[in-house]
Nanobody
Framework: QVHLVESGGGSVQAGGSLRLSCSVS????????MGWFRQAPGKEREGVTL???????FYADSLKGRFTASKDNAKNSMYLQMTNLKSEDTAMYFC?????????????????????RGQGTQVTVSS
């Protein structure tokens, strides 16, 4: 089993920045794909980024340039640095993981097909 815990969410004004963290524990040696997705009330789940064990990082086109994902294997953590935040970025942000290697296809992330996910951290951006 793999356990994911997100942190770092909060309230920020438009134009501000936040850094989300995802702490991973459990059978992490078998994790080959990690990612972030978000979901706002009344809206569908939206894939934000995917990172695979080969070192590839994929971003949703609409978020490129503002969001940066990274991993620290020594700390068993994944991060999402968000800059120039906009009100439309307001959502619950979740990290997810899977033992299968992933590519830039966000359909699995958005459909909830990744095997493990955290409880989420709320990001609220006020204009």
């Amino acid at each position: 089993q793999v356990h994911l815990v997100e942190s770092g969410g909060g309230s920020v004004q438009a134009g501000g920045s936040l850094r989300l963290s995802c702490s991973v524990s459990g059978m992490i040696i078998r994790v080959n794909c990690m990612g972030w997705f978000r979901q706002a009330p009344g809206k569908e789940r939206e894939g934000v980024t995917l990172l695979n064990a080969l070192g590839d990082i994929f971003y949703a086109d609409s978020l490129k340039g503002r969001f940066t994902a990274s991993k620290d294997n020594a700390k068993n953590s994944m991060y999402l640095q968000m800059t120039n935040l906009k009100s439309e970025d307001t959502a619950m942000y979740f990290c997810a993981a899977d033992r299968r290697l992933c590519s830039g296809d966000f359909s699995g992330l958005e459909s909830g097909a990744l095997q493990f996910r955290g409880q989420g951290t709320q990001v609220t951006v006020s204009s």
